[in-house]
């Protein structure tokens, strides 16, 4: 029939990196709160459940942004606000308040260059601030408080190469080795638990590295895989 060799042929072009898939979320409405040295801050929203404020707040000598209200819950009632603190040393950071009778209740906060809040009961964040990498969270409502949700793994996708000789390994014991892996060698790192990495070498063999030495910031040039440093205090 017409329409599965239409989506054979796309499926086609998707292989073959002719056509790209949809951004998640790309049906969101986007707010820049502002440009920083680790990137843009933005926040992602449902703009049927929400309104932009981005009302500037000074509290001892801090300034904050409340950029919107929504509704975490889109079949509820209850509105919530959200802050963004860009911290004193670039940590950016979004706090979120529960508004009840015009009173504010912070419910939980995490560190993010990005939030996305499409409605459904729950937010993401994203972002390599105070982190070794970009980490992809998501959370949900217990109540008054915003709790992470737990997952396996955090994601990594990062394509890289060694600095210097690594061994990967089949467990996180670090016991029978796959693969070692010499200067230059590229990889990709695909999963994070802790200090442990999945690694992919360019052959296509899998293995678990330990990080024992995170660079900062600062010195991310001398990071024993590119990419991978502590970006904060």
Not at 65 to 91: F, H, K, M, N, W
Not at 124 to 130: A, D, E, L
């Amino acid at each position: 029939m017409p329409w599965k060799r239409m989506v054979c042929s796309l499926q086609l072009l998707l292989y073959a990196g002719l056509v790209t898939a949809g951004e998640p979320f790309d049906w969101l409405s986007r707010e820049l709160v502002e440009s920083s040295p680790v990137g843009d801050i933005e926040v992602l929203y449902n703009k049927k459940h929400s309104k932009i404020l981005n009302r500037r707040i000074v509290e001892e000598g801090e300034e904050a942004i409340t950029v919107l209200s929504t509704r975490i819950d889109s079949q509820s009632d209850t509105i919530y606000e959200v802050e963004y603190y860009a911290g004193p040393s670039v940590d950016p950071s979004f706090t979120i308040y529960k508004i009840t009778a015009g009173k504010r209740k912070e419910i939980g906060g995490f560190g993010a260059t990005r939030v996305i809040i499409p409605g459904n009961g729950h937010l993401y964040s994203s972002g390599h601030t105070n982190t070794v990498f970009d980490e992809r969270r998501k959370y949900k409502l217990d109540g008054d408080k915003l709790v992470e949700i737990k997952q396996p793994y955090y994601y990594v996708g990062l394509k890289s190469t060694v600095r210097q000789e690594i061994k990967i390994y089949a467990t996180q014991k670090l016991q029978n080795e796959v693969a070692r892996l010499t200067p230059g060698a590229e990889i990709e790192v695909l999963l994070n638990d802790d200090k442990y990495y999945l690694i992919r070498t360019q052959f296509g063999l899998l293995g678990w590295y330990k990080l024992t030495d995170v660079q900062p910031a600062g010195l991310d040039h001398k990071s024993v895989i590119p990419g991978l440093y502590y970006k904060g205090d």
